[in-house]
T-cell receptor
């Protein structure tokens, strides 16, 4: 079957360090991937996306890397700040499945002072 | 207006009650979504509307009944729910059926 998941439920990072959050997916037909940030009491917020014809995409302080060979996705956050504390979800969409966007398990990012 | 607004923010209902969750967006998005999220779990897709027509129903029990009266509104009608239906219900809209814009959700408790 298909699934999108994460390796670690919790990640603790020192303020100012870089954070790397990983995601593994099993559906080789997935062609669009998204990272969302969910703060307590809020809905998920779009961070960055990447299509399967790319292997890297950069935003403001964030970079997404896609390794299709091993079906692995990562989110890198540079110079982590207290405001980055949240749960991070990867999500996938498969072209032949129209409107379905499926979320992975999530990683809680905890910032150490 | 770049927000998805969900009401109410909190709802407590009994198993015999009928209630409705509401979602509104004025971004001109033609795809709207309902997700269910249990504590410490990822959002699970329930329904998708595209151009006001139901395009996806993820085998959701009939005690949940979605409705899309127009391109800006999405409702979720609830009837005879079970305690295990207690969760955060998230509405989202999308301009392209890829990037989702979420509301803050309705926290539902079924007693």
């Amino acid at each position: 079957g298909e699934s999108v998941g994460l390796h670690l439920p919790t990640l603790s990072v020192q303020e100012g360090d870089n954070s790397i959050i990983n995601c593994a997916y099993s559906n080789s037909a997935s062609d669009y991937f998204i990272w969302y940030k969910q703060e307590s009491g809020k809905g998920p917020q779009f961070i960055i996306d990447i299509r399967s014809n790319m292997d890297k995409r950069q935003g403001q302080r964030v970079t997404v890397l896609l390794n299709k060979t091993v079906k692995h996705l990562s989110l890198q956050i540079a110079a982590t700040q207290p405001g980055d504390s949240a749960v991070y979800f990867c999500a996938e969409k498969t072209m032949n499945r129209d409107d379905k966007i499926i979320f992975g398990k999530g990683t809680r990012l905890h910032i150490l002072p | 207006d770049t927000e998805v607004t969900q009401t109410p923010k909190h709802l407590v209902m009994g198993m015999t009650n009928k209630k409705s969750l509401k979602c509104e967006q004025h971004m001109g998005h033609r795809a709207m979504y309902w997700y269910k999220q249990k504590a410490k779990k990822p959002p699970e897709l329930m329904f998708v509307y595209s151009y006001e027509k139901l395009s996806i129903n993820e085998s959701v029990p009939s005690r949940f009944s979605p409705e899309c009266p127009n391109s800006s509104l999405l409702n979720l009608h609830l009837h005879a729910l079970q305690p295990e239906d207690s969760a955060l219900y998230l509405c989202a809209s999308s301009p392209d059926r890829e990037k989702l814009f979420f509301g803050s959700g309705t926290q539902l408790s079924v007693l």
